[in-house]
């Protein structure tokens, strides 16, 4: 296992040394059995330039944009459950693919619908964020969000970040209650 953040720690991904080239970010949860209507969480991965401001709409990628326009950032699906162990979403990041503007992905989860379903993030337990490298398998970093987040419905649980040649991490647990377009928003992704 990999080393264990808590909230506003960074760590450089190959620290070892070893070469890095491709890695997963998984995202899950577990959904506190609240009300009739299930819980579906979706994770986001914001593409950021030099401003710290998505570099382009097409760089917003999620369950309805899931590759990047340069192929370095994928979404391999919706999980519309949160069943089951393990992540329930998955973002692969080609980090060698990423062009040079790009200094950092921002990761983010938000709650579909919430507002309507009556569902924040009060209500979701052992919500982690993991980064793995793709070529060894291993888990170099785990972010478990540790505090309840009443009234929020979406939450920046983290980022890869360049910095000096390396790719770090930083566990982020910012939480915002407008739900993605208060995140979308933030980072100037325009909002329809």
């Not at 998505?54 to 944009?65: G, K, P, Q």
Request: one cysteine or more.
């Amino acid at each position: 296992m990999g080393v264990s953040l808590t909230k506003g720690q960074n760590v450089v991904l190959n620290q070892d040394g070893t070469p890095l080239a491709d890695v997963t970010v998984g995202l899950g949860w577990d959904a506190r059995p609240v009300g009739a209507a299930d819980f579906d969480l979706d994770a986001s991965a914001i593409i950021c330039g030099p401003e710290m401001k998505v570099i382009s709409d097409e760089h917003f990628v999620f369950y309805n944009n899931l590759i990047s326009p340069d192929g370095a950032v994928r979404h391999t699906g919706d999980n519309t459950t949160g069943e089951g162990d393990g992540d329930d979403e998955q973002i692969l990041v080609d980090l060698d693919g990423l062009g040079e503007k790009v200094r950092q992905v921002v990761f983010a989860v938000s709650i579909h619908d919430a507002e309507r379903r009556g569902q924040n993030f009060g209500q979701v337990d052992e919500a982690f964020i993991r980064v793995v490298d793709n070529l060894t398998g291993r888990e170099m970093c785990r972010y478990e969000l540790s505090y309840d987040a009443a009234g929020e419905t979406a939450m920046v649980f983290g980022a890869l970040y360049r910095r000096g040649g390396e790719w770090k991490f930083r566990a982020i647990g910012q939480g915002y209650a407008q739900g993605l377009a208060g995140i979308a928003t933030d980072y100037g992704v325009a909002v329809a």
